[in-house]
């Protein structure tokens, strides 16, 4: 599928849903797998019968400019989304209870402002989404953005496309349910998938992301993977996997300096060029010029 075709303008609101169908089903218990972030822990024993006040998710006020430089006039709907995350998500299980006080902070501020290392127009494709992070938190503040949301698992993918219906973003949101390998090859009979750039939190170490995530990335595009502190660490270690599979010199940039503090670090890789499957070794060929079986 061209990357320009990640969102199709003019549909219904109800579009993301057949996304969801796009792969077997799968029940709750489904393992996790490549492209699947773990944003939240199973909820606890009656959780679902005492569900999270929304009052938790509100705005502190010392975040508020913050807040309104990153969103600008769609600070109310990033409002609606920390309250969907602070009660539904923690319901049911994409969020840990613990994290909802913190839901602006460490998550939505943490996230949007990465929108500053992407161009204009872009089309994103957010690997192993879990609920929304960064890709729907970059739609929000981003407008002008085409974002898929790829999740394999069942559970949160329901709670994607019920997010997007609710903030009102199927024009410019879907949501696929796969492994990235799944969304790059089209296994699952929706793809292939290519986007602008590829983004990641919390996923994976940077050879498993670069493999799982470069190869949706269209030539030129790039990779942007939220890191902590380890990030100069994984890139001496994993820089010469990186290399082979097509990717320039990963780069440390620092997004927010001056709006959130700390700024959230990130990874940077352009894929420069196009690298195929790995070709079978042919077997070698006795002295009598017949294959020697192993």
């Not at 969103?71 to 990033?78: I, K, P, Q, S, Y």
């Not at 990235?180 to 750039?197: R, Y």
């Not at 440390?252 to 079978?280: K, L, Q, S």
Request: one cysteine or more; hydrophobic letters at 40%; charged letters at 20%.
């Amino acid at each position: 599928m061209p990357s320009s075709a990640a969102a199709p303008e003019g549909r219904p609101s109800s579009a993301a849903a057949p996304e969801a169908a796009s792969s077997p089903a799968a029940g709750p218990e489904d393992p996790p797998s490549p492209g699947d972030a773990s944003e939240g822990a199973t909820p606890p024993a009656g959780a679902a019968q005492d569900a999270p006040s929304p009052t938790v998710a509100v705005l502190p006020p010392e975040l508020a400019g913050a807040a309104r430089a990153l969103f600008g006039d769609r600070l109310d709907l990033a409002a609606a989304y920390a309250e969907l995350l602070a009660t539904d998500g923690v319901v049911r299980g994409l969020i840990g209870p613990r994290e909802a006080p913190r839901i602006w902070d460490r998550h939505l501020l943490n996230c949007a402002a990465v929108a500053e290392r992407i161009p204009q127009g872009a089309t994103v494709l957010d690997v192993g989404s879990g609920a929304g992070l960064p890709g729907l938190v970059l739609a929000i503040a981003r407008p002008d953005l085409t974002v898929t949301l790829i999740e394999p698992l069942a559970r949160r993918t329901s709670f994607l496309i019920e997010a997007v219906q609710h903030l009102g973003l199927a024009k410019m949101v879907r949501v696929f349910r796969g492994r990235a390998d799944e969304a790059a090859t089209g296994a699952t009979g929706v793809g292939p998938l290519s986007g602008d750039v590829v983004t990641a939190r919390a996923v994976a170490p940077l050879d498993r992301l670069s493999t799982w995530c470069l190869p949706l990335a269209v030539p030129g595009g790039r990779l942007i993977a939220l890191k902590g502190a380890s990030a100069a660490d994984e890139i001496a270690e994993h820089a010469q996997t990186v290399a082979r599979l097509g990717g320039g010199e990963p780069e440390v940039h620092r997004c927010g300096e001056g709006v959130i503090d700390p700024p959230t670090t990130v990874v940077e890789i352009v894929r420069e060029r196009m690298v195929g499957p790995a070709r079978p070794k042919a077997p070698k060929r006795s002295r009598g010029g017949r294959s020697r079986r192993r």
